[in-house]
């Protein structure tokens, strides 16, 4: 398979995360006889796969309607003689069927789908999911699915990959007491955290008022830090002024040493209310932290209710404040979900395991 792995996206989130692991995944597997990054000039994609040392084909994004990049894309792939392309972007699709469309290229396409959100809302859209050169739409949960069958006519287009994560990157499982050395914690206070970008479905709104409950119950002693950036960052700071709970909620902004400082959480309070999967919620496994998360989106896909993890209702803070309490005062709830999170990460949502589901698809729609 010679394979080019196409998105438009400048941000880092999981799902970019997702295009390097993949590609480190199918060398290490030898799926591939040949492959390529294409991403935008300065974006986080570019950069880290740079660094990583990996075949990176940067372009200057004016617009997902560009034409003369369309046309230029379709020369790149026979350039590579690619014989798929894995499409990672909503932008990154709308350029690749143009190239199909008005170009002529031949290369089937393949794309990968993370977000819960409708996309039937002009012709357009509902046009380039149901383009006859996408072959196939990999999806990382069921509910992903479900928000598209609005668009797609042909259902049996779609497939489901869950998410990805590295258990190498994330060796450290005990904390070593490096954030309560940072922002100054008792070593006696628990440390109940969140690592996720400030923006509406992370419902930090919920996460704010469970620590109010708790705060106010005065059944743990411990600190929240809340870990990211992000649109909402000043709201949510505001709204913890509001609450007085400035000397219990810690922000960190955000970090790039996650593996460092992840295992340091004694628990995990994850609170998403539209969550396609949560893949900090595999590193939290990877970690052995205990988890209690919404059930939300494709979250109960990642943690198994009582066996895994506790799952909380959507938007619910009492809930909440119950099950981080149940949680965090039973050590042998933790260390039972602990093992079997992290056996359950072992036997689902590995890059081995994922990358040979995703390359078991790509095969079947390559040029032969």
């Known amino acids: 398979m010679r394979l080019i792995q196409f998105t438009a996206s400048n941000g880092w989130r999981g799902h970019e995360q997702k295009i390097i692991y993949l590609y480190e995944a199918f060398k290490a597997e030898g799926y591939v006889e040949d492959q390529w990054i294409v991403c935008p000039i300065g974006s986080e994609v570019e950069r880290i796969a740079t660094e990583k040392g990996m075949q990176v084909i940067p372009f200057e994004y004016k617009s997902e309607y560009s034409l003369s990049y369309a046309k230029t894309f379709k020369k790149l792939a026979e350039e590579k003689q690619a014989s798929v392309i894995f499409i990672h972007s909503s932008k990154a699709h709308t350029i690749a069927v143009l190239a199909h469309f008005i170009f002529r290229m031949k290369v089937p396409l393949v794309l990968c789908r993370t977000l819960i959100k409708r996309v039937d809302t002009n012709f357009f859209r509902k046009w380039k999911y149901n383009y006859k050169g996408i072959k196939k739409i990999i999806c990382v949960s069921q509910p992903v699915v479900e928000s598209l069958k609005f668009a797609v006519k042909d259902h049996s287009r779609f497939d489901v990959v869950g998410s990805v994560t590295d258990i190498n ?33 992370k419902d930090h709104y919920t996460w704010v008022d469970t620590v109010e409950i708790l705060v106010k119950e005065n059944a743990i002693k411990a600190k929240y830090i809340l870990v990211g950036k992000g ?12 609450k007085g709970l400035t000397e219990h909620i810690i922000f960190t902004g955000f970090r790039r040493d996650i593996p460092e400082i992840l295992p340091e ?104």
């Open 169 to 201: 990157k994330f060796k450290k499982q005990e904390g070593t007491g490096i954030l309560h050395e940072e922002f100054n914690i008792p070593k006696d206070y628990k440390i109940i955290g969140n690592i996720a970008e400030f923006t509406g479905f």
């Open 265 to 368: 959480f004694d628990l995990f309070l994850f609170t998403s209310n539209n969550e396609p999967t949560g893949g900090v919620l595999l590193e939290s496994y990877a970690c052995k932290v205990p988890i209690v998360a919404a059930d939300a989106g494709g979250i109960s896909e990642v943690i198994v209710d009582g066996e895994t993890g506790l799952l909380a209702k959507v938007g619910n803070p009492k809930d909440f404040a119950e099950k981080v309490t149940l949680l965090i005062k039973d050590k042998g709830l933790q260390d039972k979900f602990t093992k079997n999170g992290y056996q359950y990460l072992l036997d689902n949502f590995t890059k081995k395991v994922i990358a040979k589901k995703m390359y078991d698809e790509l095969s079947k729609h390559q040029i032969q």
């Open 231 to 242: 649109s909402m960052e000043q709201d949510i700071k505001n709204y913890v002024e509001e």
